[in-house]
């Protein structure tokens, strides 16, 4: 049975649920469409990873990793193959933005209520701050490793941790020393 073929079939299902629980398990392929299928999503770069978190439909999901991996005829492809390594792509996603997540410090009371969660500026607030950081184009700063930028997220968010820390530390014996 082909994509289209299942998601027909799909459409007119009585019980969704039940068929989404039999087909989440369904295995990642090597291959789809004649195209290999990376072992894991480390070569990606920013933009890529960028696009392929960003859309509104499932359909849109399917269009944007057909691009991103050059996978043509997705609709014809064994049903099982195509699902499978949709699933596994979306497992992948989560996993690299939950990484992307813990790159962001807890907040202190005084930053919420100056209102730091109105900084949240999502992908294109990574975007751009890995350009200043690195002093390069928006444009570069979407070609580069998304590996890479994470890296630079997680040491900055130590840094600022240590820092913060010291800061603390300096504070406490200042105040001792009065």
Request: some cysteine.
């Given at each position: 049975m082909t994509l289209h073929e299942f998601?027909?079939?799909?459409?007119?299902?009585?019980?969704?649920?039940a068929v989404k629980k039999q087909i989440k398990?369904?295995?990642?392929?090597?291959?789809?469409?004649?195209?290999?299928?990376?072992?894991?999503?480390?070569?990606?770069?920013?933009?890529?990873?960028?696009?392929?978190?960003?859309f509104s439909?499932?359909?849109?999901?399917?269009?944007?990793?057909?691009?991103?991996?050059?996978?043509?005829?997705?609709?014809?492809?064994?049903a099982e193959d195509a699902i499978g390594f949709l699933n596994w792509l979306q497992k992948e996603l989560e996993k690299i933005v939950k990484m992307f997540t813990k790159t962001n410090s807890k907040p202190t009371s005084e930053e919420?209520?100056?209102?730091?969660?109105?900084?949240?500026?999502?992908?294109?607030?990574?975007?751009?701050y890995f350009a200043q950081r690195?002093?390069?184009?928006?444009?570069?700063?979407?070609?580069?490793?998304?590996?890479?930028v994470y890296k630079c997220l997680d040491m900055d968010k130590k840094v600022y941790l240590f820092r913060k820390r010291l800061s603390q530390i300096r504070n406490k014996q200042h105040s001792k020393k009065r």
């Open positions: 998601n027909t079939l799909y459409s007119i299902a009585a019980d969704k649920e398990n369904a295995p990642k392929p090597l291959k789809l469409a004649g195209v290999d299928i990376p072992p894991n999503l480390y070569k990606l770069t920013l933009g890529e990873l960028v696009f392929l978190t960003t439909t499932d359909a849109e999901m399917i269009d944007n990793a057909c691009e991103v991996f050059k996978i043509t005829g997705i609709l014809e492809q064994p919420v209520q100056a209102g730091i969660q109105s900084l949240n500026f999502g992908w294109f607030g990574t975007i751009d690195m002093h390069i184009t928006h444009e570069d700063a979407e070609k580069t490793s998304w590996v890479k």
